[in-house]
């Protein structure tokens, strides 16, 4: 009698080979982990594993685990990546996870690096200015405008795409000039606002774009838009549509002051 055969189902565990980049400010070099992977697993969880076991001081920078606080991004395979967003199912068993710093920003220690760069970028955009006489609470907008606004909203704050853009990446030497990705949608935003008085106060946004926060080095590659987490459309939907209004208000600002008066009219 034959007995009735089933081929083994692979095992739910196994061993991965990690490297994980070790070091501070004076340098570092990459340290090899054998480490135990679960089903179900994010790397997160192995760098967890890897303090757990192997190395108690490691440092790495995490908070909400679930994709919302921004701040545990690193490069994973050289990709910037959420380590709590990025399943271990996506590589192959017998692949090597290298996960490195953020590139562009200065390291603190091990994975974690110092983004004081994109607060002070912040801190150079004006805020949004309240349209006079109208009482908090009576703003109306039309929906299309809501929702562009709430696209932009989502951002994390996880930096991965001011990482990847190429105009910082490797060229420090730029980062004066450059607010980078997240900070020129931003002023998208705000010059895109229905409500935004900056206009009557003498700012005009999108020409600060150009002028101050170095929207004429971005070439619209999209890559900041590839890493997004929150896979909002950063450079068709901000910096492509920024550009075209800087130029538009550069050669005929009355357009601009026409529009902006009509539209808050309608
Ligand atoms: S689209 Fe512009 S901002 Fe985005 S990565 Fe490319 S150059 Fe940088
Ligand atoms: S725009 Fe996207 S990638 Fe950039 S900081 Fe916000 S959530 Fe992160
Ligand atoms: S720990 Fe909050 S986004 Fe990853």
Request: hydrophobic residues 35%; charged residues 30%; contains cysteine.
């Amino acid at each position: 009698m034959n007995t009735p055969t089933s081929s083994p189902s692979p095992s739910s565990s196994y061993e991965a080979k990690f490297r994980v980049w070790r070091g501070d400010t004076d340098g570092g070099e990459l340290t090899d982990f054998a480490v135990e992977v679960n089903e179900g697993e994010v790397v997160l969880d192995i760098i967890h594993r890897i303090q757990a076991t192997a190395a108690p001081d490691l440092a790495v920078r995490w908070n909400c685990k679930a994709g919302k606080c921004g701040s545990c991004s690193a490069e994973i395979n050289g990709r910037p990546r959420l380590l709590c967003m990025t399943r271990m199912s996506v590589f192959p068993r017998d692949e090597t996870v290298t996960v490195t710093p953020l590139r562009a920003f200065p390291v603190i220690r091990d994975l974690v690096t110092d983004v004081s760069f994109n607060y002070a970028k912040a801190r150079e955009i004006p805020a949004f200015v309240p349209p006079p006489g109208v009482a908090a609470g009576a703003y109306r907008m039309r929906q299309i405008d809501v929702e562009r606004s709430q696209e932009f909203r989502k951002c994390i704050e996880c930096f991965l795409c001011q990482d990847t853009c190429h105009v910082v990446r490797d060229h420090e030497e730029n980062k004066p000039a450059f607010a980078g990705p997240r900070f020129l949608m931003r002023v998208a935003e705000l010059d895109m606002h229905p409500l935004d008085a900056a206009g009557e106060s003498g700012i005009d946004r999108a020409r600060s774009a150009q002028d101050e926060h170095g929207l004429g080095y971005c070439n619209i590659t999209k890559c900041c838009t590839e890493v997004c987490p929150e896979g909002i459309r950063i450079t068709d939907n901000a910096l492509i549509p920024l550009k075209e209004r800087a130029v538009d208000r550069k050669y005929d600002p009355l357009v601009w002051l026409g529009n902006k008066i009509g539209r808050r009219r309608e």
